[in-house]
């Protein structure tokens, strides 16, 4: 039996301090069929001179000729992959060394393809690499979740219980469907996406931490986070407009509750975090 590529595609903007350890992650994985795009937005640091230091023929490097900013960016890592699996890993952001050895045998190992979306825990970390917590689906046990209860389940959290795009693996079939991505509320691109992707299927949580999501004062997601609870309500209602995601009332209103409260904590953590940084 052959043994299937997989697509990382790693879009870039000014990211050069930290793409080097996402790279450096892949290339360090057990599971080792895979390539690498590296989508660079046009970025004015030493990007090109560092993947330049790279002699891996699996890796593609290419530039953009004008900044395309971060939508435009993560849908040409959609249109250059050419793996039978896909995943999009911001430049910095890191997997841990089985997490495509995890996540690609949960998807061969589904022959019927009823899974659509593979993904774990993840871990919070600094720009110096050191954990801050870890997040995943509390009291949730390793196995598979029904799409629309996943969707359920997020829209209750008022946040991205899967987490970000780095933290989960589908089938690159599934973009022909699936289509692009939509970043009309830029906080919640990622949890979009996977919405979409879960009207095709049922998830698979490992439990496992299979990602880092590293948060800085310089960080896109730092810097939209002021506007979680308006992204989160104008997603609610995207969505809920849309009658095939099965969303309530009351799933609107808890998720609106918690979205709000979400906002306040995240504020005072990142305050704690980069004050005097």
């Known amino acids: 039996m052959s043994t299937p590529l997989v697509s990382v595609c790693i879009p870039t903007y000014k990211g050069s301090a930290f793409l080097g ?5 892949v290339l360090n994985q057990s599971y080792q069929r895979f390539e690498i795009w590296i989508l660079d937005d046009n970025s004015p ?13 699996r890796i593609t490097y290419l530039r953009n000729a004008q900044n395309l900013g971060p939508e435009g960016n993560w849908n040409r890592c959609l249109e250059v992959a050419r793996g039978k ?18 996540q690609v045998a949960i998807l061969e190992a589904d022959k019927a393809n009823t899974t659509a979306l593979v993904f774990g825990s993840r871990e919070i970390i600094d720009s110096e690499g050191r954990v801050l917590m870890t ?46 991505y939509d970043a009309s509320h830029p906080y919640l691109v990622d949890l979009d996406y996977w919405f ?12 496992a931490p299979t990602s880092s ?42 998720g609106l509750f918690r979205a709000r409260l979400n ?4 504020a005072v953590v990142y305050r704690y975090l980069f004050s005097g940084k």
């Open 21 to 25: 350890a996402a790279i450096d992650s």
């Open 45 to 57: 640091d030493d990007t090109e001179a560092l993947v330049g230091g790279y002699s891996d023929p």
């Open 85 to 102: 699996y896909f995943k999009l890993l911001p430049h910095d952001d890191v997997l841990a060394s089985d997490c495509l050895e995890i």
């Open 135 to 180: 997040r995943g689906l509390a009291g949730v046990k390793a196995g598979r979740i029904g799409g629309l209860a996943l969707i359920k389940r997020c829209i209750r959290a008022g946040a991205n219980p899967i987490g970000e795009p780095g933290n989960g693996l589908f089938r690159r079939e599934l973009i022909t469907t699936v289509g692009k």
């Open 196 to 207: 979409r992707i879960l009207m095709h299927g049922d998830a698979y949580y490992t439990a």
């Open 213 to 254: 999501f590293r948060v800085g004062k310089d960080s896109w997601s730092v810097a939209i986070g002021s506007k979680q609870y308006q992204d989160f309500k104008g997603f609610i209602d995207k969505f809920r407009a849309d009658p095939r995601f099965k969303i309530s009332g009351t799933d609107r209103a808890i």
């Open 263 to 266: 906002t306040l904590a995240r």
